[in-house]
């Protein structure tokens, strides 16, 4: 299949892919040598992006070439970039492999975006978790530092980039950009309320870009090999290839890098199709924050921005969840919960209360101490928290629970009615335990 | 846009006008349209975190935070819309899921700004079934009560400690609904400002400690009060209990008045919970002391032997001295110095701890022209001994402003302070500060006379842009105090400067207007000088001069060889052996007067309750008095009859034109004790506040390693005894660079302190355990 894994991940077979020597072996730094020897106009390079058709990576799809723009570059002041790589959007696994397989990728193309913005500091924020791809990344602005590719006075071109990598201390919402930088500040990692956007009062009150590690990895490519090769890899309104990360209950697990516009069931194949030889029940196809799409709309589904918009959802990180017709939809949701219950920053009152509540009624529905009314307060709660907070972790916690009842209301009405018996378990006996594993963490929580 | 044209914004149908950079709340409470609001506060950043003010407005896809959204031209807000409504509503819910139900029992209930709010937007029933959250109580002082399950995190407190306060002691820890405010040093809150976080704080998390369960306040009458703990003059409420449901005069709770000029919203610990010491140690009877013994009389039997005695004083006024509280309201100190002048007495201070009164009766009023609200206009500020963070806690606050608006403050003293703005802090014995000064001086081109020649020259401080020059309590107290009040004067006369003499107690410059109009020029004598020279007869008002004036010893000393009246509200130890008369009269909460602040600001406050049992209003006492004598101009119907005789119009009496004569040399010999009197210790109110008395910590002695050598004790010791005037205490030793050469800083409770401040200290090391 050699339409896999052409941009991010296109060294992920060479040996020892993380190092400088295997990266320029297949052309890194090519675009960065060529920006630093000939001065490129800032301007063109975002047309260039602009024309790929390059959308933000991290969820929310934005135009990064538009984005870019946003940022004085005249502006005297010191300017940052930040590279978000929080990854932490359940059922997300992609910019982990970025990170430890392909990170002067990334640096390369941190370099190129400072450049544009005109930063002479660049910020790689890393989730806590990463402590191998701090090291690589660490080891990689060594190396690269050492040729001078950064630092002081780049190639001799009079261009400064400095790139620092920053640890995380496990929180999911300092992927959050505005809370990213609070936490880069040395402060409670708590979103800030827009506006001002960071582009005008970013980190310490200064202009700052950020975008998603994705997405910067995939800047050298695009300056490459033209912002045309990559706009036609993908669709007309989602240029180029993104990454995808299946999970869940099919046969192969796996991250998959293809172009945008790839139908659902070719992405299905490559993950070895359904477990067991199972139906399909349902998808949520970019991270948990995403709504749920059932398996009729899933079917002729094409993984593109626009395509899945009209199913009801949205593409977000790409954490393809799959879930097969023995998952029962209300511990699965429960499951999901608990982990806002966990990550509300605690800032906005309805995220901070609505978040324990909603997972509170979805316990007690599995405990068997749910009331008859409890579905429709579920669902009162969930719509009170959207759109009510400073930043999208509100809609976080509202579209799962929204999109899980709107699809499947009568799993919840059933196991309201019978004392906590799942509807799925009634029909395919053991099957309930066998989903996400609700026991072990209710044993935690007990802890 | 042109400049003329006015930028409208529509709010609930109405055009409404707005000044760029406003937000939706603020052009509503302009307008006197209402939205809820928890997190949000004038003089806080917005954070938007309650969600409570949340309003439609025309063409966002969701309801938006009034706080934080600024309003543009054209833009159409709906406060009462259904949309609106219902994010409000919703929010409400949320706040209340978690939120104790015990109105009933908590202090905050009948003010309580969720309580109010939920009558117009809760639902009258929950659908909540999980259990409410639970937190645990941290103990944060004598101050302040937590019942930190009725934390709505609306993080105005937390706002306060990092912005106001300068002092992040409240924080958040833990996420989501597990997140708790708290101190996680479980250290408490030390900020002289902390008690502005109960007013803060919208529900009943934080609540006076002293005032737990006292009464509710629907209960209280309000009485426009004024601060008479420092020359701030900070604006006051004082609440009483309404007598007409039955209830006994008293003053339940002292909280701030809003004033732009001085103190905006806050007011500091001191104002607010010395009420606490207003009916403690009081007299309650006119006595005599009859053979060393203490007799009740009334008071025409009291003001009888008054009018006696001071008629036979009358035949040597040279021996008769009058001391004064420079806290008294300008009516008192008046009447008081009219009748004193009647009887022909040449005596009479309201300066307690002036020493260096050289240059005092040359110069004009006690004020510096300065206001409060353009202290943070200047880019330099030089504090000398002066501390306005502990002392005046308002004007620390007004600095800290100025320092963080870009202003480069320096402060010259003879310890490091604990500030909390950024300072250059120049650290010297305060007997090199006229060096210091002499650099500063040469530096700016100021021209001096021949016999400033001999006078070392010090070039730590080099200032070049113009500067406020602050001149603290260390200044008042300095040997050579009218020199360097010269020598700033000078220096900010040639470089544009200014200069802010901080006053003594409460009412300086009201008793010298007092004074002035009485046509006494002004004038009063240093009391230290009175106190010292033995005189037969000693008229104290409201002073208890063993603690209130420089020299503690020396001034009890006098008194006990002298016949002592006092006219006075509070006991103290030492008065009841030295005093021979006393009357009791009235304390700020139950008269009525003006005060005038070291900004010039004149304010009138109003007796808030009725007079502790027999005390009266001092002025009542002077006019009795007065009268029996048959003097004339002593019949005042009302205290504004003599607020009518004084002339408050000081703008043409602002003036420093003094010259030195001659330059006094000071010898640095041994150890000086460098401490002014404790902010807890500044007056009798304060030091009978209990609450306020808890706060302050275990008594310490700060000397540096090298006066350690210079005296010969071992730095290891734990212990050191300090002599003064035949008095020895023992102090904890601090050995720290921060204290100045030969000097040693006390801090700790007042009654632990030495009689003499900015005196000499004899110290000795304590071996044994």
Redesign the interface.
Known sequence: MNSLNQVCLRNTDTDQSWTLEAYESIGGYSAWRKILKEKTDPNLIIEQIKKSGLRGRGGAGFATGLKWSFVDRDNPTQKYLVCNSDEGEPGTCKDTLILTLNPHQLIEGIAICAYVMGATKAYNYLRGEFILHYKRCEAAIKEATEKNLLGADCLGSGVDIEIFNVLGAGSYIVGEETAMLESLEGKRGMPRYKPPFPAMHGLYGKPTTINNTETLASVPVILEKGADWFAELGTERSGGTKIFCISGHVNKPGVFEVPLGTPFKDLLEMAGGIRQGRKLKAVIPGGTSMKLINANDSLDMKMDYSDIASKGSALGSGGVIIMDDSTCMVQALCHMMRFYEEESCGQCTPCREGSGWVYGILKDMLAGKAKPGDVDELYRVAKNIEGRTICAFGEAISWPVTSFVDLFREEFEFIVANNGKSMVESKLPGANHLAFGWPAYEQRDKL | MTKNSKLTVEIDGKKLEFKPGQSIIEVADANGIYIPRFCYHKNLS???????C?VEVEKA???L?AC?T?VSEGMVVKTKSKATRL?QK??M???L??HPLDCPICDQGGECELQDVSMGYGATGS????SKRAVKDEDLGPLISTVMTRC??CTRCVRFGREIAGVSEL??C??????EIGTYLKDGVKSELSGNMIDLCPVGALTSKPFKFKGRSWGFGQHKGVSMHDCIGTNLFVHVHNTNIGHESKVMRVLPRENDLINETWIADRDRFSYMGLDKNRISQPMVKRNGTWIEVDWQEALTIVAQKMEQAKAAPQECAMIMSPSIPTEEAYIANQWWNELGMAYSSHQIKLTDSRDYKFTGAPVSGVKMSEISDWNSLVLIGSNPKSQQPILGWNIRKSQLAGAKVTHLSSIRNALNYEADQIISHPYDWLSILMGQAKKSGVKLDKMWDDVPVNKQLALTVPSLWVLGEQITMHPQGSLIRYLVNEIAKKTKGKVLTLTEGANTLGCWLASDSLGAEGVSYPASELLSQEKGLYWLHQVHPEQDAQFGAHSQNSLDKAFVIATNSFWSEKMKQYADIVLPVSTYSEMSGTIVNVFGNVQKFQAAVMPYEAARPAWKVFRVLGNLAEFEGFDYQSIDDITSKINFDFTDKIGYDYQPVSVNYLEKDGVLQTAVTHPLSCDAIVRNSKPLQDTVTQSIISISPDTLKEIGIDPKVKAVSALQSGIKRTYELNVTDDVAYQCAELSGGYSQFLPDLMAKVTLEGIYND
Do not use: D, T, W, Y
């Open positions: 917005v954070v938007a975190n309650c969600r409570m949340l896809p969701k309801a935070p934080a600024p994010a919703a929010v819910e949320f706040l899921i978690n659908n909540f079934r999980q709505i995190h924080g958040a833990g996420r989501g609904g597990h997140m």
